[in-house]
């Protein structure tokens, strides 16, 4: 069966829950919905992109805690996008955690969270986001209280599914107030000088091999939108472009080799 490759990422992660058994959904909805909010869950399944899935592996890395378990989910979800070839190639094998990153480690540090730098733009739209996910927890109420009036529950998909939104919603609603709640604005204190790479900055690279141009925003991790040009913080040529100055060459290593980049131009 071959679905619309355009199907937003929110409508796969559905067709994929309601397609396992009741006990094999048990404790993957946490992990995968984390997922699924931090790609955005109106983003294209067909706009995944080995960056994309590997950038979010790092992300779960630098948030501590057994990051490989927490992945194993999101493994299976994306080896079915492409059994159901609504990817063109299978993104799994991209999500992996860096060395030293994947197993809990004891220090209180970890158990700290880091406040989240966010561009201005960014802050207001993970605001409104939380305001909208907070009037559909309103809604998705309604909805299990009419699927419960149905009193045969051996089969009631409505209200299996009714409860698997219900668990994305808190789920997202819960990781957005932590990012919000310790999240500072980039360059609100004025002190950001506009040919430092620094988050919210637009950053033109140079390929030097080729001579080809890309633009970039950096961004937080929750930002990150691949199609928008937005670049994560956490993506190899992200960590490599902050605190650079107009004028450097940074050396990104990658699956497919090395690329070498001169940094042409940094705007607010």
Do not use: C
């Amino acid at each position: 069966m071959t679905l619309n490759a355009d199907l937003p990422l929110i409508e796969a992660y559905t067709l994929y829950v309601t397609g396992l058994k009741v006990n094999q959904r048990q404790g993957i909805s946490i992990d995968l919905n984390r997922f699924v909010q931090w790609y955005g869950r109106n983003g294209l399944v067909s706009s995944l992109t080995p960056q994309a899935v590997a950038s979010y592996a790092e992300w779960v890395g630098m948030r501590g805690g057994d990051a490989v378990s927490k992945l194993e989910p999101v493994k299976a979800f994306l080896s079915f996008l492409k059994k159901k070839e609504l990817v063109t190639r299978n993104l799994a094998p991209h999500l992996r955690v860096p060395k030293g990153k994947g197993r809990s480690r004891k220090s209180a540090d970890h158990n700290k969270l880091e406040p989240a730098q966010l561009t201005r733009e960014g802050y207001d739209v993970l605001t409104a986001k939380l305001t909208t996910l907070k009037k559909e927890r309103v809604s998705v109420v309604k909805d299990i209280g009419k699927a419960m009036a149905d009193k045969d529950f051996r089969e009631n998909a409505p209200l299996d599914a009714a409860k698997e939104r219900q668990g994305l919603i808190e789920s997202m609603i819960k990781e957005l107030e932590q990012t919000l709640n310790s999240a500072v604005i980039a360059g609100a204190d004025g002190t950001d000088k506009v040919q430092h790479v620094t988050i919210g900055k637009k950053v033109t690279l140079k390929d030097i091999d080729s001579g080809r141009r890309i633009v970039y925003r950096l961004v937080h991790p929750r930002e990150s939108n691949p199609t928008q040009r937005k670049l994560s913080t956490e993506s190899p040529v992200g960590k490599a472009l902050l605190n650079r100055l107009e004028g450097d060459q940074i050396e990104i290593s990658a699956p497919k080799g090395t690329f070498n980049y001169s940094i042409e131009r940094v705007e607010a």
